[in-house]
């Protein structure tokens, strides 16, 4: 199913969402859209960016979690923001009111900076939470990373070093696939092989490349 029509807010680049659940391949499939000659914005870098010590969100997150979320050094901690966080959804929601905006925001700028720049570009915007975040409109395609939960549950346990029950609560923390799929235009299957993902995505990145060379020529 299409996503719902929303307001494109330049027409100057081709505006691609990147999403998908944690651990289900975007990174790597972003990495491939970059090789061929897409600007790529991951909005977690965005986010740590944002939570540095002196940035927008640094204080206004260290007034509502506390002093124990931060590190020696006095920055904020991620893996102890993200233990608390996950664990409970008042304060992900709590967290997400408060990076989510910025985010957006931060993203539109670098975006319209790179349309400036490179009229008739690709831009892809990479970000976990699009369907939460109800960003889904700002795109012109969205793509979506699936793969088998099983696959998923063995890749964030060893990513990031969780045990079973960690690492089922942060996937149940984020939007279905149903949901996702709502949203999405293009799915890719990230179930297989490295090679096997990243054949998928240049596929994928084809495709998006010849109807956005499509729609220039007949404007």
């Known amino acids: 199913m299409k996503a719902p029509a929303g307001k494109i807010p330049d027409p100057l680049v081709f505006r691609v969402g990147l999403t998908g659940g944690i651990a289900t391949g975007k990174s790597l ?9 897409a600007f790529v914005l991951d909005t977690d870098v965005l986010g740590h960016e944002l939570m540095e010590p002196g940035a927008p969100a640094y204080q206004e997150i ?7 979320i931060l590190a020696p050094d006095g920055r904020i901690d991620r893996k102890k923001l993200g233990e608390r966080v996950f664990g409970d959804e ?15 925001a931060e993203a539109e700028q ?10 008739g570009g690709i ?8 369907a ?15 793969c088998d939960p099983s696959t998923q549950l063995l890749r964030l346990r060893a990513r990031d070093g969780l045990g079973e029950e960690e ?8 939007a279905d696939s149903a949901a996702r799929r709502r949203i999405a235009h293009m799915v ?9 993902t990243r054949a998928k995505a240049r596929q994928v990145f084809e495709s998006l490349r010849r109807e956005w060379e499509s729609r220039k020529a007949a404007q």
């Open 132 to 146: 939460e975040a109800g960003a889904f409109g700002r795109f012109d395609r969205i793509v979506l990373t699936e």
């Open 188 to 196: 890719l299957d990230t179930s297989g092989s490295l090679e096997e």
């Open 29 to 37: 499939v972003a990495e491939v859209f970059r090789e061929e000659g």
């Open 167 to 174: 690492a089922l609560r942060r996937i149940g923390a984020q």
């Open 110 to 119: 670098r975006v319209g900076r790179f349309a400036r720049q490179n009229p």
């Open 62 to 68: 260290l007034d509502r979690f506390g002093d124990a």
């Open 123 to 130: 831009a892809v915007t990479q970000a976990a939470l699009m």
């Open 90 to 104: 008042r304060a992900r929601l709590q967290l997400n009111a408060i990076l989510h905006p910025r985010i957006l």
